[in-house]
Nanobody, 129 residues
Framework: QVQLVESGGGLVQAGGSLRLSCAAS????????MGWFRQAPGKEREFVAA????????YYSNSVKGRFTISRDNAKNTMSLQMNSLKPEDTANYYC??????????????????????WGQGTQVTVSS
């Protein structure tokens, strides 16, 4: 059974940092790209960042580029999102996702929720002004 579990969310002041983690289980037999999405109340789920199986390719939304860094450790089956210079508009529930059919990043498909087969339950990030 595939399971993705996010952690690391919390309350932080604007300008601060947080590091989110996603622990994956049940996917060890396949190569899979992964991504982070977020959803604020009343808004659609939006793409944040994606990373290929090897970690050699990454892609970011314009709103987080230069502030967030996505990484993964396949030996530990984990993915992380380092978030720096946080802004109140970054407040949202953050979800990790895995694409079991592709190991590389195919753009623009990798920025869409339909590209991903598995999702975590989300972790809340709140940035106060």
């Amino acid at each position: 059974q595939v399971q993705l579990v996010e952690s690391g969310g919390g309350l932080v002041q604007a300008g601060g940092s947080l590091r989110l983690s996603c622990a994956a289980s049940g996917l060890t037999s396949s190569r899979y790209a992964m991504g982070w999405f977020r959803q604020a109340p009343g808004k659609e789920r939006e793409f944040v960042a994606a990373i290929s199986w090897s970690g050699g390719s990454t892609y970011y939304s314009n709103s987080v580029k230069g502030r967030f860094t996505i990484s993964r450790d396949n030996a530990k089956n984990t993915m992380s999102l380092q978030m720096n210079s946080l802004k109140p508009e970054d407040t949202a529930n953050y979800y990790c996702a895995a694409d079991r059919t592709r190991g590389g990043l195919t753009l623009p498909q990798a920025t869409g929720v339909r590209a991903y087969d598995y999702w975590g339950q989300g972790t809340q990030v709140t940035v106060s002004s």
